[in-house]
């Protein structure tokens, strides 16, 4: 019934017109207005029923004017960019792995400079880096288009430089899989020169990114399956955007996101040998990146003869495209974490893992443990 109510609503007007608002920019301007007309309303009827007036007038109208005055200011100073010069932030080259990755997040403002040639040099050598085939987990090639245009995107503002990820437009699960992994550790270098960066899959508008993207994309051969900005985070934002990051401040207990069955249904003990080896590998793929923050990763613990042999990856939706790619986010914060824990490992595709076809979860590869005499349960 939900998804039959969603399905009219995305066929209806006021979608469109959603839509349309959404990508000129305006939409989180307008939200933050409807917020405030709400508040005239309930001060409007405070006034006309005369009771309780303090809390039915007085508090509604100067929360009101607030967020009116608030309203003008946030379209002068972000949307038409009328505030001083922001200053370039720092590197971030003395944090560990673990620390860079829990720093990173995703920025929903940036400034309106474009990154320097420094900057820009290391990013493309460091894209061109992770997208070769040896570096790759599929034998599809994937790659990522760097470009300098105001992209039709949301909820993000001030965001005019992008990596454009392509992949082959034949469905692969694993080059998709490849897209996540690949561009995640591109983002997580780029946060360790202290530029931000924020994953856009649905917010992203394709015809727009298609046409910027020119004879780079090739209708019968590509499919673009997100974007991520990258550039200077902007301290400027609108209050509807920092309202949306608080909500989206938040993730799943790690005991709902790793277990030691295929179905997902007994929880392990981060903190109990041999799991605990791996500390802090499971918080950076809890806070690990998803489309709306749906966390649709999990991750099962499999034993052969007593010991931890490897870990298997799955996704928790029949998604195609954003499950899989937030799955190649965790294979790449896995991996990172696992190399700076010193715990040697590799990717692979193991047949005894998955469940039955189409069902759910949705087995899709393994991190295999190189050196299993210190994984035992004894």
């Not at 005239?40 to 929360?63: E, T």
């Not at 929880?267 to 041999?274: A, C, G, H, N, Q």
Request: net charge positive.
């Amino acid at each position: 019934m939900a998804l039959e109510i969603q399905n009219k609503f995305e066929k209806s007007k006021l979608w469109d017109l959603k839509v349309r608002l959404q990508f000129s920019g305006w939409l989180q301007y307008i939200i933050h207005a409807i917020w405030a007309i709400i508040l005239y309303l309930i001060a409007a009827i405070g006034w006309l029923i005369g009771y309780w007036q303090i809390l039915l007038f007085w508090i509604p109208l100067i929360l009101a004017i607030f967020f009116t005055i608030a309203l003008v200011g946030t379209i002068l100073i972000v949307k038409y960019n009328l505030h001083p010069q922001e200053k370039i932030p720092s590197n971030n080259k003395d944090l560990d792995a673990f620390s860079l990755m829990r720093k990173r997040h995703s920025c929903r403002s940036f400034q309106s400079r474009k990154l320097t040639q420094e900057h820009f040099s290391v990013l493309m050598h460091t894209v061109q880096l992770y997208t070769q085939s040896d570096n790759l987990l599929g034998k599809l090639q994937v790659r990522f288009e760097y470009v300098a245009a105001n992209l039709k995107v949301w909820p993000v503002v001030g965001a005019h430089e992008f990596l454009v990820a392509i992949a082959p437009k034949r469905y692969n699960r694993l080059a998709i899989i490849d897209i996540g992994r690949s561009l995640q550790k591109v983002v997580h270098h780029a946060t360790r020169m202290g530029l931000a960066t924020c994953w856009i899959g649905p917010g992203a508008d394709q015809k727009s990114i298609i046409e910027h993207l020119g004879n780079r994309f090739n209708h019968n051969k590509d499919h673009v399956i997100c974007v991520c900005a990258i550039g200077y985070e902007s301290m400027f934002k609108p209050l509807f955007i920092r309202f949306f990051q608080k909500l989206q401040h938040k993730r799943l207990p790690l005991k709902e996101l790793f277990f030691t069955d295929c179905k997902l249904s007994n929880s392990i003990d981060v903190k109990e040998l041999p799991f605990s080896d791996y500390n802090a590998c499971y918080e950076v793929c809890q806070w690990a990146p998803s489309s709306y923050n749906g966390q649709t990763t999990r991750s099962r613990a499999v034993f052969e003869d007593g010991q931890l042999i490897r870990f298997d990856f799955y996704t928790a939706t029949n998604s195609r495209y954003y499950a899989p790619l937030a799955l190649g986010i965790w294979c790449a914060n896995w991996e990172i974490g696992c190399t700076a824990l010193g715990k040697e490992g590799y990717f692979s595709i193991m047949e005894d893992a998955s469940n039955a076809k189409d069902e759910l979860p949705h087995y899709d590869i393994s991190w295999v443990i190189d050196n299993n005499d210190e994984n035992s349960l004894t």
